[in-house]
T-cell receptor, first 113, second 116 residues
Framework: GQQVMQIPQYQHVQEGEDFTTYCNSS?????IQWYKQRPGGHPVFLIQ?????EVKKQKRLTFQFGEAKKNSSLHITATQTTDVGTYFC?????????????FGAGTQVVVTP | DTAVSQTPKYLVTQMGNDKSIKCEQN?????MYWYKQDSKKFLKIMFS???????INETVPNRFSPKSPDKAHLNLHINSLELGDSAVYFC???????????????FGAGTRLSVL
């Protein structure tokens, strides 16, 4: 079954507000990636986290990898209409020698002006 | 000069037909993938090839047959198309090198398959 769970599935946000999407794995991950897919587009790589407890920022986006390397979060501050899209986390299961990524189900973000 | 290009972009066909989707990458990557994205946006890996060798083969009906003539190309042939095959199929590639960078997926624009 699906090993990487992502919540919420949908997120309606007022422009200017903050929100967070969460990713949880049933097994330890060697790394986790985040992708953004605009409506009608394809997933685009945003960032990769490798170290336990790692925090990385990209402008208004803050990515965090849990201490146990089983969860991650993406926090967006002051949401803009350009943030619309689906955000996916994707984790590499440590025991998978070929580095197969397990994608979460995605969080579909709708921003209202 | 698109990095990962798929053809066709749209594919509308009747049930029972056979169709192929092609993918090419000019990034010099050695690993390529096929993903299926259903109407709920869930991305599921189907196959992966590394230097023309099949390395990932998920639980996919054997009506789906990938083929990699060289490491820059990965095609997907689907026999006897069914209604449930309707989805967006994404090709992706990832670079060689250290394990971390090796995982990063570069996706094509997708092929929207509609089976009527």
């Amino acid at each position: 079954g699906q090993q990487v769970m992502q919540i919420p599935q949908y997120q309606h946000v007022q422009e200017g507000e903050d929100f967070t999407t969460y990713c949880n794995s049933s097994t330890t991950l060697s790394n986790i990636q985040w992708y953004k897919q605009r409506p009608g587009g394809h997933p685009v790589f945003l960032i990769q986290l490798v170290k336990s407890g790692e925090v990385k920022k990209q402008k208004r986006l803050t990515f965090q990898f849990g201490e146990a390397k089983k969860n991650s979060s993406l926090h967006i501050t002051a949401t803009q209409t350009t943030d619309v899209g689906t955000y996916f986390c994707a984790g590499r299961i440590t025991t998978d020698s070929w580095g197969k990524l397990q994608f979460g189900a995605g969080t579909q973000v709708v921003v209202t002006p | 000069d698109t990095a990962v290009s798929q053809t066709p972009k749209y594919l509308v066909t009747q049930m029972g037909n056979d169709k192929s989707i092609k993918c090419e990458q000019n990034l010099g990557h050695d690993t390529m993938y096929w993903y299926k994205q259903d109407s709920k946006k869930f991305l599921k890996i189907m196959f992966s090839y590394n230097n023309k060798e099949l390395i990932i083969n998920e639980t996919v009906p054997n009506r789906f047959s990938p083929k990699s003539p060289d490491k820059a190309h990965l095609n997907l042939h689907i026999n006897s198309l069914e209604l449930g095959d309707s989805a967006v199929y994404f090709c992706a590639s990832s670079p060689p090198g250290v394990l971390g960078a090796k995982n990063i997926q570069y996706f094509g624009a997708g092929t929207r398959l509609s089976v009527l």
